[in-house]
């Protein structure tokens, strides 16, 4: 059986539903589910720093090569800053 994930004005706005935060694309009980359920939470984490590292929460360059550059070093940023934690906790 498939699902739509993706919201529909005409649908789900009146009931309120926002089916991308309720539905998942990968069934529980599967072997793929199983693999990436202890991910989510990181994704999440990690999805709302990045919000919050933009100026009023937008994408601070234009065009593709200069956005992935800037994805870039907000990745290089993160792996730093756990390394840094990582070795001071360690040591």
Not at 11 to 37: V, Y
Not at 46 to 63: C, E, K, P, Q, V
Request: a positive charge; aromatic letters at 8%; charged letters at 25%.
């Amino acid at each position: 059986m498939r699902i739509r994930v993706a919201s529909n004005s005409t649908s789900d706005k009146p009931e309120k539903i926002d089916r991308a935060e309720k539905l998942l694309q990968i069934p529980e009980g599967t072997a793929t589910f199983q693999k990436i359920k202890g991910r989510r939470v990181d994704a999440e984490s990690t999805n709302a720093s990045l919000d919050s590292f933009f100026w009023n929460r937008r994408m601070i360059a234009y065009g593709p090569t200069r956005q992935t550059l800037v994805m870039l070093g907000f990745a290089m940023s993160q792996k730093a800053t756990s390394r840094l934690i990582h070795y001071r906790c360690s040591h």
